[in-house]
């Protein structure tokens, strides 16, 4: 089952408008983290924000916001005032409970298939 | 500055010719981990490791080895590269910590193999 769901491979924004990227995942640990990711057309993947399952607020940083809904296991992002820069793939990311192996505990990320954003002028 | 550095950042090999692509962190991180990215495919582990001499395999480990010597490099080694493995590389470091252990990436190492 996917653990990840990206329901948008693209989305179109005019600068300065915000843009809501969605995000739902499935998880049955009660114990689990959020992540969402910029990968610019450089290639790199630069971290965004981040979001606790035990987190009582809605993270936020900068322009992005978290919307997380626990209840109904989305974790959206919210980039307020598009800039030009914003244009990039955006990948959801979970960590759920770290699995113990031979190796010690794994912290290994699943990640969405990514939403394409494009800013206009 | 805080980062994770990858060396080589592009690399065209031929089969079968060993390469390592290095990678090195300097927060102190405990936790290292390589995903390779491939179309369609996504974000896939390959191999991660909690700390010094201690390393297991991910989700797609064949053909790939590491090593874990010291806290701060963790590099991947292909010892006789084939073209499937022609992909987008990350390595990745994070603390070892069971909230907000945040994942912080290189930049990608681009790897061709003819």
Redesign the interface.
């Known amino acids: 089952a996917q653990k990840i769901t990206q329901t948008q491979p693209g989305m179109f924004v005019q600068e300065k408008e915000a843009v809501t990227l969605d995000c739902t995942y499935d998880t049955s640990d009660p114990?689990y983290?959020l992540?969402w990711?910029k990968q610019p057309s450089?290639?790199?993947?630069?971290?965004l924000i981040?979001q606790?399952s035990?987190d009582q607020q809605n993270a936020t940083e900068g322009r992005y916001s978290l919307n997380f809904q626990k209840a109904r296991k989305s974790a959206n992002l919210v980039i307020s005032a598009s800039q030009l820069g914003d244009s990039a793939m955006y990948?959801c990311a979970m960590?759920d409970q770290?699995t113990l192996?031979?190796?010690?505990?794994?912290?290994?990320?699943t990640?969405?298939?990514?939403t394409l954003l494009t800013v206009n002028p | 500055e805080a980062q994770v550095t990858q060396n080589p950042r592009y690399l065209i090999t031929v089969t079968g010719k060993k390469l390592t692509v290095t990678c090195s962190q300097n927060m102190n991180h405990e936790y290292m981990s390589w995903y390779r990215q491939d179309p369609g495919l996504g974000l896939r582990q390959i191999y991660y490791s909690m700390n010094v001499e201690v390393t297991d395999k991910g989700d797609v480990p064949e053909g790939y080895k590491v090593s874990r010597k010291e806290k701060r490099n963790f590099p991947l080694i292909l010892e006789s590269p084939s073209p499937n493995q022609t992909s987008l590389y990350f390595c990745a470091s994070s603390l070892f910590a069971t909230t907000k252990n945040i994942q912080y990436f290189g930049a990608g190492t681009r790897l061709s193999v003819l």
């Open positions: 114990s983290g992540f990711y450089s290639g790199e993947m630069i971290f981040y606790g035990y990948f960590r770290p192996n031979s190796g010690g505990s794994n912290y290994k990320l990640f969405g298939k990514g």
